[in-house]
């Protein structure tokens, strides 16, 4: 059977272009989109696919990552499936791919003007663990009350003696909307702030987009006297040394020896020793 | 002519099981295969919908669950209620001793909180990184190199007995220490009914033999916020399962046949009220055959039931012990929405005879209890 370029057909992928329009225009603010069954199943980055396949062109040179790596299962499949009904060249370099596609990372290499990041979302409400009604909450998105938010992490605070958010760290944009960074560790969000690159979220199951354009403000949420402060793993990475990068925890044997290594498997190979 | 139909009862249904038998055994039958036959291809090319039976039916029996498919025209719940029905006849000899989940040989095995794990992660058979497009397994490119049908993410020697993920988070104190339950709460509740409040045991045993598609909406609301959980999977695995028994007037233990096993291990948000106390929580799934779905759903589902035991609020359905027990079995469930098509007409006709009544007496005047009440 043939597909249409990067399969859905041009009607489907223009009505995705247009909401990506919207969702740039009002940066962390979500659009509906009408998403479409995927040949992949919901989960696995069905909002992401779309929106990679509404703006990939024949020149563009793509990366899909998963965990950080470009190797994990998902990620492997998702670029056969381009491979597949696109044809277009894919790499594994952070500098050579005008578009990535991610799964809860962010790449250590700086991103640069004119790179595209397409981010896979499971829920795109923030609030969602708050308050699960969207009606609700697209009151509280209009009123710019937070006030759950604040109190989740006051909470936590008087629990735990900080925030407890390791991940889906909330974050503020363009001082306007609450929004979900998508499951990235809570150690990527500040490369999400003024990046030079267009970041682009896609939930599928949920028929949401939303949008953060080059060089927006990207805050995460924080108290004065708590100011966010995100942990990672300490040691360094077992292959290339690099202190600086987030690390994937291996258990090695039965007795539970660890070993730390880049999760970035692109930058882990570039790093010098 | 007088609407009698009711009443001529027998020679009706004789001729609705007709039509039943002609479609199930045509007499023009293009294939011609045996019925025996067509059991066997049932077992072996819808081996995922047998294995579902199996578990919604709470038998372990492949045989049993093809024949029952076949007879019910593929309706998966008409063969779990046929399965069920022949499982209330057999009689018990003996409990099978605890399985032993990890010291089978998976054919598959997945960690999603880890990227490696002991014993390796390995794919197995799988749909999940292929694409659904039609003809998909027909075109499949030649394999690189001779068949190596299993895969392992590292070179586990493959008959050593590996810990699983839980019991490393245990050894470093940041997962709850699993219990054995009571041996009077893991009493068959196809045997003793359990009441409420139940025990995790008896919620375990009911979950397990539930109706897949009630405990993956149930699961995915708590996914949605009704009722939260924060869960990773710590480990997935589906392989062969010894079934051993320890006949007493043998005094040991021998191995009776194997079982294919799918159980999750499901690593969930952490709990306690400060820093010292805080582990994350367990939820723990496990079912007949082949089927990882369900084995997820009910993780799931048994991490949100235990919202009253860990001290939080129960908010949400899906934490709601009563309203997820009470209705997640297909066969009572089927039974009851069905059996609307029952005839009714005597309740309905006293339903009418008040309507009327109700009618015949404005508001105000002294009620009259008339027939039907």
């Keep these: 059977m043939d597909y249409n370029f990067a399969y859905l057909d041009e009607q489907s992928k223009r009505a995705i272009r247009r909401s990506l329009l919207k969702a740039v225009a009002i940066p962390g603010h979500q659009i509906p989109f009408a998403s479409r069954e995927m040949p992949l199943p919901y989960g696995w980055g069905t909002g992401g696919i779309q929106l990679t396949a509404a703006i990939i062109g024949k020149d563009d040179v793509l990366k899909v990552i998963d965990q950080g790596a470009d190797d994990t299962t998902n990620a492997v499949s998702i670029r056969q499936f381009f491979a597949r009904v696109a044809g277009v060249a894919s790499t594994t370099k952070t500098r050579l791919a005008s578009i990535i596609q991610t799964r809860h990372r962010i790449p250590e290499t700086a991103l640069q003007g004119g790179q595209i990041m397409v981010y896979q979302v499971p829920m795109p409400e923030p609030l969602f663990k708050l308050e699960p009604r969207r009606t609700e909450t697209r009151m509280l998105h209009a009123l710019g009350d937070y006030s759950l938010m604040y109190l989740q992490l006051y909470d936590h605070i008087t629990r735990y003696g900080r925030v407890a958010i390791g991940y889906d760290y909330p974050v503020m944009v363009h001082d306007r909307y609450l929004m979900s960074p998508s499951p990235i560790p809570a150690f990527d969000v500040p490369k999400m702030h003024m990046s030079p690159a267009l970041q682009l979220f896609g939930a599928g199951r949920e028929k949401r987009l939303y949008a953060v354009p080059p060089y927006t403000r990207v805050v995460p949420l924080a108290f004065a006297d708590y100011p966010f402060a995100p942990v990672q793993a300490q040691a360094p990475c077992a292959i290339c040394g690099s202190s600086s990068s987030y690390k994937d925890e291996i258990i090695l044997d039965d007795r539970g020896t660890r070993q730390y290594v880049c999760s970035d498997t692109d930058y882990c190979e570039q790093h010098p020793c | ?373």
């Design chain 2, 1 to 373: 002519m007088s609407y009698v139909a009711v009443k001529g009862g027998a020679r009706a249904i004789g001729a609705a099981h007709q039509l039943i038998a002609d479609t199930l055994y045509p007499e023009n039958n293009a294939s011609d295969t045996p019925v025996d036959q067509l059991h066997q291809q049932l077992d072996q090319q819808l081996r995922l919908g047998i294995d579902r039976i199996m578990a919604e039916a709470s038998l372990y029996d492949r045989d049993i669950a093809a024949r029952a498919l076949l007879q019910a025209q593929g309706d998966s719940i008409e063969a779990v209620f046929i399965v069920r029905a022949y499982r209330a006849t057999l009689s018990r000899f003996l409990d099978a001793e605890p399985l032993k989940i990890s010291d089978s040989q998976p054919q598959r095995h997945i960690s999603a909180a880890f990227k490696d794990v002991p014993g390796g992660q390995q794919l197995g058979a799988t749909y999940d990184y292929s694409h659904r497009l039609l003809g998909y397994f027909q075109h499949l490119p030649a394999p690189q190199s001779a068949a190596e049908p299993f895969i392992k993410s590292e070179d586990a020697a493959a008959e050593t007995r590996h810990s699983g993920v839980m019991q490393l988070l245990e050894q470093e104190g940041f997962i709850e220490t699993s219990t054995a339950a009571p041996t009077e709460e893991n009493r068959d509740i196809t045997q003793i009914p359990p009441g409420f409040p139940a025990s995790r045991a008896q919620r375990l045993q009911t979950l397990a033999r539930a109706d897949e598609g009630f405990l993956l909406g149930m699961a995915y609301s708590t996914q949605r916020g009704y009722g939260q959980n924060h869960p990773f999977i710590a480990e997935l695995r589906q392989g062969s399962v010894n079934v051993e028994i320890t006949p007493p007037e043998l005094g040991f233990t021998i191995c009776i046949g194997q079982i294919s096993m799918t159980e999750c291990q499901m690593i969930n948000q952490f709990h306690g009220d400060t820093p010292e106390q805080a582990t994350f929580t367990r939820g723990y799934g496990l079912v007949f055959g082949h089927n990882e779905r369900k084995a997820i759903a009910m993780a799931l589902l048994d991490r949100a039931l235990r919202a009253r035991e860990l001290g939080e609020k129960v908010q949400a359905p899906a934490q709601d012990e009563e309203f997820v027990l009470s209705h997640c079995d297909n066969v009572e469930a089927t039974g009851f929405v069905e059996h609307l098509k029952l005839p009714h007409h005597v309740d309905f006709q006293s339903e009418i005879a008040t309507l009327r009544a109700l009618r015949a007496h404005p508001k105000n005047s002294p009620t009259e209890h008339s027939d039907g009440l």
